[in-house]
């Protein structure tokens, strides 16, 4: 199957500064990236979807000026946690959906664990 | 999308084969079924999807029943590592469809 890879795995940071993570596509061009978040013993949660290109779909209750989305690539998406607090700290999943791919499957990153002090 | 329904756990012994129920009894006509699993601290993995016919794979066979009310995610020959969160999804084969998680069933795969 195809890869999407996450940077970084994990990152640890203070109360109030921002965090970049990335998401690639490694072997395809994903037209649409979604991001999902994950809290402790609970299912994912989908934050957003990016086409690229064209700024993100969010769903509703998540801040889009909280959590900047750029997809400027076919195979890359980035997210940013601005002015992050303890309850950010998450586990964020990103996934991608490949643009000439005959099934619809949606392939996912190994997941960032985000922990705000 | 329509909702799905699948038990809290399942125990399996390893060597032996895993059935996973998941009841979607209000699937419409489009939808397809759609197994994903996510081993812990990990990101979902696909597994398989179907329409109406049953389907396999080099990880799992799907049994869709004739009504499509439910399904049955088959892994033949359990393995420890097979232990994770199965979720059952039902959605359109859409480009701009997007995938639902619900809670899953955790699958406990023992020696």
């Known amino acids: 199957g195809a890869v999407v890879s996450q940077h970084p795995s994990w990152v640890i940071c203070k109360s109030g500064t921002s965090v970049k993570i990335e998401c690639r596509s490694l072997?395809?061009?994903?037209?649409?990236m979604f991001w999902y978040r994950q809290f402790p013993k609970q299912s994912l949660m989908l934050m957003a979807t990016?086409?690229?290109?064209?700024?993100?779909?969010?769903e509703q209750g998540v801040e889009k000026d909280k959590f900047l989305i750029n997809h400027a690539s076919l195979t890359l998406s980035t997210l940013t946690v601005t002015s992050a607090h303890p309850e950010d700290s998450s586990f964020y999943i990103c996934?991608?959906?490949?643009?000439?791919?005959?099934?619809?499957?949606?392939?996912f990153g190994p997941g960032t664990r985000l922990t705000v002090l | 999308d329509a909702k799905t329904t699948q038990p809290t756990s399942m125990d399996c012994a390893e060597g032996r084969a895993a059935n996973l129920p998941c009841n979607h009894s209000t699937i419409s006509g489009n939808e397809y079924v759609y197994w994903y699993r996510q081993i812990h601290s990990q990101g979902p993995q696909y597994i398989i999807h179907?329409?109406?016919n049953n389907e396999t794979n080099e990880m799992a066979s799907l049994i869709i029943t004739e009504d499509r009310k439910s399904s049955t995610l088959i892994l033949p020959h359990a393995t420890l590592r097979d232990t994770a969160v199965y979720y059952c999804?039902?959605?359109?084969?859409?480009?701009?469809?997007?995938?639902?998680f619900g809670k899953g069933t955790m699958l406990l795969v023992s020696p």
């Open positions: 996934s991608a959906r490949a643009r000439d791919q005959i099934r619809d499957e949606q392939f």
């Open positions: 179907g329409l109406k």
């Open positions: 990016s086409n690229e290109g064209s700024k993100a779909t969010y």
């Open positions: 999804i039902v959605r359109v084969n859409s480009g701009y469809s997007t995938l639902t």
């Open positions: 072997d395809f061009q994903a037209t649409t």
